[in-house]
């Protein structure tokens, strides 16, 4: 089929096998990008609107149970230091995105499983419904754990959870993790917040070493079938003290751009087959481009999370090299973002939630 029908057809809504979305996320014809990005914009704005929503993220503490062969922050990296914010410090976070109209909230750390990491979260998700009067969404990011920490965090005022699969093959996944972390524990994970109740957010790396196109096609379609509400999901970037950053050795440009195009079709090609669900533009495509967030915006994507950690702890939770924004304070963030968005022709819902349209639908139906 032509290039520009098949683009045609998926911005109908026909449904793409995999051959075609790989196809999609390769084609070097004159135009093929360009017409793929508008069809996903247009798509974006009937089903969810030219309105970006904003989701502060805290990354409030670097500890680590995990040894992802990929993450700057695993377990046995050697000589990093690792740090928990104060529950005051989070809290005040926590107000400074209120006052500031970011309507939610994004708690992300490290993976760990205990009753005393549980009970630390649980108290700061009652702190911030207290402190914001219930108004701010909240969006954990804290990895796999199990069915009664999931309900704890919930019942606590959790909103919604992200939890990335990082690839849809469990063949590649096993070749990422060391051979205890399991791709179907961490499937099974997003199946209990599913049913507990959340709003659901996962997603992958892209440009993973040994990921091949027809693997990235079927992680969309894993996206479709998995039936997410938001989709979290940026090129991979190598960090050198990780075992697989630094057998890949310095990247030059050309596969720092590749990575950035797959990233930003992905992001196409998810907003054409899942249609009315949330879709961030990463920051680890801020970190392959300055402007990486806005052409993820203009390629589909309707969310953005600005980093309002205090800058002391941002050098700490490095996850890959390069990571944007190493010392802009939150404030600075919030008028450089408000900026480029405006340029864009996009308005940002100060002070709304902005929950996923899919996630209403769903709980309406
Ligand atoms: N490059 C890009 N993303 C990474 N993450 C971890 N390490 C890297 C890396 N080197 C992502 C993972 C994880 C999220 C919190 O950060 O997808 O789920
Ligand atoms: Fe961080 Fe612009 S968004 S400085």
Request: hydrophobic share 35%; proline share 4%; glycine share 12%.
């Amino acid at each position: 089929m032509d290039i520009f029908k098949l683009i045609e057809a998926a911005e109908r809504g026909e449904r793409l096998g995999r051959g075609e979305i790989a196809r999609l996320l390769t084609d070097g014809e004159a135009g093929a990008r360009e017409a793929l990005f508008a069809a996903a914009y247009r798509v974006k704005a009937a089903e969810v609107g030219r309105k970006v929503f904003l989701r502060g993220i805290v990354e409030f503490s670097n500890l680590c149970s995990k040894d992802c062969f990929y993450c700057g922050i695993r377990r046995s990296r050697p000589g990093l230091e690792r740090f928990r914010m104060e529950p005051g410090e989070i809290l005040a976070a926590a107000r400074w995105a209120d006052e500031n109209g970011y309507g939610s909230l994004v708690l992300q750390s490290g993976e760990v499983e205990s009753e005393e990491f549980t009970a630390f979260v649980e108290d700061l998700l009652r702190g911030i419904k207290e402190i914001s009067g219930g108004r701010l969404g909240v969006t954990l990011s804290l990895g796999e754990q199990g069915a009664e920490t999931y309900r704890r965090w919930f019942d606590a005022g959790g909103d919604r959870y992200l939890l990335r699969i990082e690839t849809s093959d469990p063949e590649l996944y096993r070749r990422l993790h060391p051979s205890d972390h399991r791709f179907d524990r961490r499937r099974g994970c997003l199946e209990l917040l599913r049913r507990g109740g959340w709003q659901v957010g996962t997603g992958m790396m892209i440009g993973l070493p040994g990921q091949s196109v027809e693997s990235l096609a079927a992680d969309v379609l894993f996206l479709r079938d998995a039936d997410v509400d938001m989709v979290g999901m940026g090129p991979y970037i190598p960090h050198r003290e990780t075992p697989l950053g630094a057998k890949s050795g310095e990247e030059d440009r050309a596969a720092r751009r590749r990575r950035l195009e797959l990233g930003l079709r992905m992001i196409a090609l998810t907003r054409l087959t899942l249609r009315d669900v949330n879709i961030a533009a990463a920051t680890a495509l801020q970190a392959l481009d300055p402007a990486g967030r806005e052409l993820g915006l203009a390629a589909g994507a309707n969310i953005i999370m600005p980093n309002i950690t205090p800058t002391r702890y941002r050098d700490a939770y490095q996850l890959y090299d390069g990571k944007p924004c190493l010392d802009e304070n939150a404030a600075d963030c919030r008028d450089c973002l408000q900026r480029r968005v405006e340029d864009l022709g996009e308005t940002i819902g100060f002070g709304e939630r902005g929950d996923s349209p899919r996630f209403r639908r769903r709980r309406l139906s």
